[in-house]
Nanobody
Framework: QVQLVESGGGLVEFGGSLRLSCAAS????????IDWFCQAPGKDREFVAG????????RYADSVKGRFTISRDNAKNTVYLQMDSLKPEDTAVYSC????????????WGQGTQVTVSS
């Protein structure tokens, strides 16, 4: 069992930055691909960014390319999402999720952290 806990959300002005963290409770965390998702009020959940278990592969949604950076530190059981040049449309609840490589189903989800960008 892996518990995921997000932190780092908050209120920031247009153009500002935040760094989200996704901390895992178990050493087996290093076996999992970790993806970040966001969900704004009234909208479907959307993929934001992902990082492979061995850290070599990263993926981004087109809407965040060049602004967000995902990284992980398996020694600390933590994945980070550095969010720069934030826009009001980035406002959402951000959650991290874990799945094994080559599997489509996510095994574990965090509870989410709110990010609000003021204009």
């Amino acid at each position: 069992q892996v518990q995921l806990v997000e932190s780092g959300g908050g209120l920031v002005e247009f153009g500002g930055s935040l760094r989200l963290s996704c901390a895992a409770s178990a050493r087996s965390f290093s076996r999992y691909t970790i993806d970040w998702f966001c969900q704004a009020p009234g909208k479907d959940r959307e993929f934001v960014a992902g990082v492979s278990a061995n850290t070599t592969v990263t993926r981004y949604a087109d809407s965040v390319k060049g602004r967000f950076t995902i990284s992980r530190d398996n020694a600390k059981n933590t994945v980070y999402l550095q969010m720069d040049s934030l826009k009001p449309e980035d406002t959402a609840v951000y959650s991290c999720a874990a799945k094994l490589p080559f599997v489509q189903v996510y095994d574990f989800w965090g509870q989410g952290t709110q990010v609000t960008v003021s204009s």
